[in-house]
């Protein structure tokens, strides 16, 4: 395949997960649960999480904003429900390095699947943010269980 094909290919993945939304629903009822708003866009995601003792069972999320934090969020859901969740933070720091990198890094696709479209998204820095917000939601209702 050409750079152009995987670029368009790429494309289409985001544009369907954004569509699709995995794990997309009211997440009322779910602990923990966390609350994001990227200020420089207005994207906004509640993300809540059902653990199992140290697993995560399930993730629900809703919010709005614009197709990579949309779906980011839906990407986030498919790599982390079933795992520990010592694996969802590594994954969570995994992600923020590449998305930091300024396109130095790229998401291993054996652990990322999917969400390897995301890889260009690092190049742009305002853009990080929006990736970045479902991950940093799940963080943070991550940190809350351990309180």
């Given at each position: 395949?050409?750079?152009?094909?995987?670029?368009?290919?790429?494309?289409?993945?985001?544009?369907?997960?954004?569509r699709s939304g995995e794990g997309h629903g009211d997440p009322a009822g779910f602990e923990p649960q966390?609350?994001?708003i990227n200020p420089t866009c207005g994207d906004e995601i509640t993300l809540g999480v059902r653990l199992d003792d140290d697993r995560i069972a399930e993730v629900r999320w809703e919010g709005h904003g614009c197709t990579i934090s949309q779906a980011s969020a839906s990407l986030l859901t498919g790599?982390?429900?079933?795992?520990?969740?010592?694996?969802?933070?590594?994954?969570?720091?995994?992600f923020r390095a590449?998305?930091?990198?300024?396109?130095?890094?790229e998401l291993d696709e054996a652990r990322f699947g999917d969400a390897v479209a995301l890889?260009?998204?690092?190049?742009?820095?305002?853009?990080?943010?929006?990736?970045?917000?479902?991950?940093?939601?799940l963080e943070h209702a991550l940190a809350q269980s351990e309180v």
């Open positions: 395949m050409t750079s152009a094909e995987f670029a368009s290919l790429y494309q289409q993945i985001i544009l369907d997960h954004a966390s609350h994001q790599i982390v429900t079933g795992s520990t969740t010592e694996h969802a933070r590594a994954v969570i720091d995994e590449v998305m930091r990198s300024r396109g130095q890094l890889n260009g998204v690092s190049r742009y820095v305002s853009r990080v943010k929006c990736a970045m917000l479902a991950w940093t939601a």
